[in-house]
Every structure is written in structure tokens, then in C-alpha cells.
């Protein structure tokens, strides 16, 4: 009965999430649409995609994901000892350092950015140096929302900082449409859509200020360094930095085998394009399980209740599958279509739709797996025990490189196929690791349920298949006819998936049959 009540309250707390993440990440795709509406996927954009990846990995080394994961354990373990006020002094040390440390970073990265960045790139160095500088304060920013989304999240309070990504992309979006008509030449356009993304950034970080009123402290000047938690905090942070930032090497490294082995006017663009589609159900579904379980985890972890921990890794890990199978089914077979619907116009051309599909269709074979990989660092995390996964990470990073030169000769889309392979590996090495920490984690019935959803996404995909290709035929191209064919292929899908979900026996549907019931007595 708990098992099924845990399930139940899971599915409403991950639906909510899932709903406000996916109200963002759908904006997030009507960004990219509208950039590419604008630019396209081949020419200079492809600088701006090259600047962004050096301020994004620094973000993920030391500031968001890597800082909350390392500090929502911490600051949850002080709360569930009724060390309130201490928690919350904590919470206002870490601020501080982060806001001087990141600070400092910044400065240096922005004098350091023409050494760094033209090695990246055979093409456009210039450009992508000016661009580097203009968006590296973003990591300044987001080190301090990530103590703030870390804080509401520990009070299990997760929509708001889910849907301050919604005005990000907003602020993006009306950056796009009212400033770059206005600009005289394409690096200037570039400099609005850098210069939008800082401002969005800047709004992000102040809206979820007010709702840490009325908790049990507030954020306030001080540098508490004698305290221990701080420096667990820290300690946590190396690991799992590594660990998160590791993720963001990968990219990096891909995005320069992109740019200077395979063709630097399209290839790194047309990955990033493929990627924020793929970031969708990955945004909507496995990071909504995660972090609303990781607080729960900690809590868990703290009470050293193991049974509870493991119930709970191994509901998570079912509902991942549950959700990102059929998403990556979907995304698989329909990736043209669904590329040509979302990016086909203005200065994106049909070419450009056959590299950006292809890369689409290689990054969804890892989309589950990447989901588990998620899971289960953050069961790491909770346990305080992150180097496992760290190491996993490292040992990633390497069979990543392998894979990209192994693979960068079939074209764009090996980059993202060496991404996918290298995801199964990690998901595979951590699920083993996590079983030897907890004696056992219920594995056969995360197979069984696996294999029973891989039935199901095999019907999925041939139903959304078949309904797109006739729909296609009789319907055209245009972009009325598109919406109609793609968006009847995936509800066709969905319902074959879930119907036959119910057939195999699979579990996690009763989660969302209950999620239905509740939403229709609220």
C-alpha cells in the first residue's frame, strides 16, 4: 500500500513539474524555432553555438545542477534535524562565496576568451570570441539561482523554479522579434540574441526570490566558514561537479570534432538544433522524476532507511523508462517530419532538415538511458556517496572520445550516435554500482517493466509511422497539413502505446490512471 501511495503521490508531484518544465521547454523550442527562422543552421550561428560552450560548461561545473545536487542534501539533512536556523546561515555562506567565486571566474574567462575559444573552430573565431564574452555572466547568475531553486527545493516547493525557465524563453523570444529586424548586419543580430539570452537570465534568477518568504529563515550577509555543512557542501561539490560538468565535456569536445572534422558552417548548429528537441521529454519527464524524488532521497538517506531508498530508486527508474521509451520511439521514426514541422522556414532550408533529423534520430537511441543515468547519480548524491558516479562520468568522458573519432566520419549524426552509445554504457555501469551499494534494487522487476515497455514503443512506432505516411500523402507539405500529420501520428502512437501498455501488465500506468482520476475530482 505505501509502494502504491508513493506511486500515486509521485505521478501528481511529477505531473505538476512536468507541466510547468514542459510549459518552458516547449517555449524553449518556439526560441529555437524563431532563431531559426532568423538564422538557420548554417553560416555564423554556428559561432554563436561554439561561444555558449565554454560558459555552459563552467555553469555546469560549478553553478545550477552540480551546486543544487550538492547542496539540496545538505541543507535537507539540517531542515530534517530541526537545525533550522543553522540550515538557513548555511544556505546564506554558500551564496556569498559562490557570488565572489563565480564573479572572479568571470573576469578572468572574459580576458582569457581570445586564447580559449579560436582553438574550437575553424571558422567565425572572431565572432564566437566577442559572443563568448558577451554571455559568460551567466554563470555569475546562475551560481546564485542555483542556491535559491536548491533552498525551494528542499521545502519541496518545485513549480516555481520549473516555470521561471517560461520567462527566460520569453524574454528570448520578444529579444528575437523586436531587436533583431532592427539590426544592419548578421554579427549584430548574433549580439541581440546573446544580449536577450543575458537579460532572460537576469529575470530568471529574480523571480523565485519572493517565495523564499515565510520559510523557516532568509538568505542575509554572511560567511560562516567554520561551520562543517559548508565545507560538505564544497566537498560534495567536487565530485559531483565532475560528475554533472563531465556531461557538459562531452558536448564541448563534440562540438569541436564538430566544428573543426566534420563541416564548422553547419554540423555544430545542426546538433544543437537536434538537441533542444530531444531536451523536451528528457526536460519534461526524467529531470521532473528526479528532482522531485531527490529530496525525498536525501531524507531517506539520512534516516539510513534503505528499504525506502531502494523502493523509491527503483519507482523512479521504472517511470523514467515508462515515459522516455515511448518519446524516444516517437522521436525516432517520425524525426524528419517532426523537424521539417518545427524548423522548416525562413533561412532553414529542406537540407538542412535531412542533417538536423539525422541527429535527432541518433540522440533519441540514448534518451532513456540518459533518464537512468539522472536517476541514479542522483541516488549517489543523496547517499553523499557521489565519486561512484563521478568515476562512471570520467570513464564516460573517455569512451565518448573514443566514439567520436570513431564515428565523426559517417557524418553529423555520429557525433550525437557516440553521445547515445556512450549514455547505455554509463546507465548500464551505474545500475550495477547502485545494486552493489544497497545489496539489491528490485532489478528484475525494472527489466520486466523495460522489456514490456519496449513492447508497447514497438507498436507506437509502427502506428505513428503509418498514420504520418498516409496523412502525409494525402495531406502535402504545408504547414497546416504537417501539424495535422505529425500531430495525429503521435496521438495515434500514444494511444497504441498506452493501450498496449495496459495489455503487457505494466505498472507505472496505473500512477497515471490514478493521476486522471485525481485530476477529474479536483
Known sequence: ?????????????????????????????????????????????????????????????????????????????????GERARAWRV??????????????????????????????TDAYDGLAVRLAQLLFPIVVLLGVSGVIVGILNSYEHFTIPALTPVFWNLAIIAGLVIG???????????YVYAGSILAGTVLQVALPVPWLR???????????????????????????????????VNAVIGTIFAARLIDATIAPNAIDKAFRVY?????????AVATVLFPALSRLAARRDLDGFRATVSL????????????????????EPIVRLLYERGRFDPDQTTVVAGALAAFSLGLAFNGMM??????????????????????NVVLNVALYAALYRVGVWGIPLAVSLANVAGAAMLLVLMRRRLG???????????????????????????????????????????????????????????????ALGVREIQALLSLRARFRRA
Not at 518544465?21 to 517555449?27: E, N, Y
Not at 531536451?279 to 529531470?287: A, N, R, Y
Not at 523512479?316 to 524525426?335: E, T
Open 316 to 335: 523512479g527508474l521504472r517511470q523514467i523508462n515508462f515515459l522516455l521509451v515511448p518519446a524516444a520511439a516517437a522521436s525516432a521514426i517520425l524525426a
Open 214 to 248: 515565510g520559510r523557516d529563515g532568509s538568505l542575509r550577509l554572511a560567511l560562516d566558514l567554520r561551520d562543517p555543512a559548508v565545507k560538505q557542501v564544497f566537498r560534495l561539490m567536487g565530485p559531483v561537479t565532475l560528475s554533472l560538468g563531465l556531461i557538459n
Open 1 to 81: 500500500m505505501e509502494t502504491r501511495a508513493s506511486a500515486r503521490r509521485l505521478a501528481w508531484s511529477t505531473a505538476v513539474f512536468s507541466l510547468a518544465t514542459g510549459l518552458s521547454r516547449i517555449l524553449g523550442l518556439g526560441r529555437e524555432i524563431v532563431a531559426a527562422n532568423y538564422f538557420g543552421a548554417r553560416g555564423p550561428i554556428n559561432a554563436f553555438t561554439v561561444a555558449f560552450q565554454i560558459p555552459n560548461l563552467v555553469r555546469a561545473l560549478v553553478a545550477d545542477a552540480a551546486l543544487s545536487a550538492a547542496f539540496v542534501p545538505v541543507f535537507s539533512e539540517l531542515l530534517e534535524k
Open 180 to 190: 533583431v529586424p532592427q539590426a544592419e548586419s548578421e554579427s549584430a543580430r548574433l
Open 279 to 287: 531536451m523536451l521529454p528528457q526536460g519534461m519527464f526524467s529531470v
Open 374 to 395: 539522472l536517476m541514479l547519480n542522483r541516488g549517489f548524491f543523496s547517499l553523499q556517496q557521489p565519486w561512484l558516479p563521478t568515476w562512471v562520468a570520467l570513464g
Open 440 to 502: 539489491r534494487i528490485d532489478f528484475r522487476s525494472i527489466v520486466a517493466s523495460l522489456a514490456r515497455v519496449l513492447v508497447a514503443a514497438a507498436a507506437l512506432a509502427g502506428a505513428a509511422y503509418g498514420v504520418w505516411w498516409a496523412l502525409d500523402d494525402a495531406l502535402g507539405r504545408s504547414f497546416g497539413a504537417q501539424l495535422a500529420s505529425v500531430s495525429a501520428a503521435l496521438a495515434a502512437g500514444s494511444i497504441v502505446y498506452l493501450v498496449m501498455c495496459r
Open 91 to 120: 544556505a546564506s555562506t554558500v551564496f556569498w562565496l559562490l557570488l565572489l567565486g563565480l564573479t572572479g571566474i568571470t573576469a578572468a574567462f572574459v580576458l582569457a576568451a581570445p586564447l580559449l575559444v579560436p582553438p574550437m
